[in-house]
């Protein structure tokens, strides 16, 4: 059996994007992208050099476009203060007391959690805001008017 260049091409474009799915490395899809541009230009009939060139400018290019994109993007919150990672996070409960240490007994989603201030000033009780969660442990802050 004789495979074509563009089928070596789209068999490499597949492991590439089988090994992103195995790792989650999303620049290896940009050298599939790379891969898929070889193959075309095996099916259009360009030399190897040129196949060659084509699979390098264009998964090169676009790997440099993704590094360059996610650069520009701010750096993600730690898990424990990421609303995006614990949806508590930014939700509010009621403090009816605070022990002298600075924690408290909070009732929340139908049970008693530890909690502990983390706000400015003397702990008060009444409506607080979850800004972090270490554990099984709240962190919150008085909510303001």
């Known amino acids: 059996m004789d495979w074509s260049a563009s089928t070596t091409w789209w068999l490499a474009g597949g492991v590439l994007v089988a090994a992103e799915l195995a790792t989650g490395t999303f620049y290896l899809l940009m050298l599939a992208l790379g891969a898929a541009a070889g193959a075309l230009a095996a099916h259009a009939g360009l030399l190897l050099t040129a196949q060659l060139a084509a699979a390098a400018l264009v998964g090169g290019g676009a790997t440099a476009a993704w590094h360059w994109h996610r650069g520009r993007r701010p750096a993600a919150l730690p898990a424990p203060v990421n609303p995006d990672v614990n949806l508590d996070i930014g939700s509010t409960v ?6 002298a240490d600075g924690t408290a007994r909070v009732p929340y989603r139908g049970s008693s959690w530890d909690a502990r201030h983390v706000g400015g000033g003397a702990p008060q009780p009444g409506l607080h805001v979850i800004r972090a969660v270490e ?3 709240l962190l919150l802050e008085r909510q303001h008017s």
Not at 94 to 99: F, G, L, S
């Open 94 to 99: 009621q403090v009816p007391q605070w022990q």
């Open 135 to 137: 554990g099984t442990r």
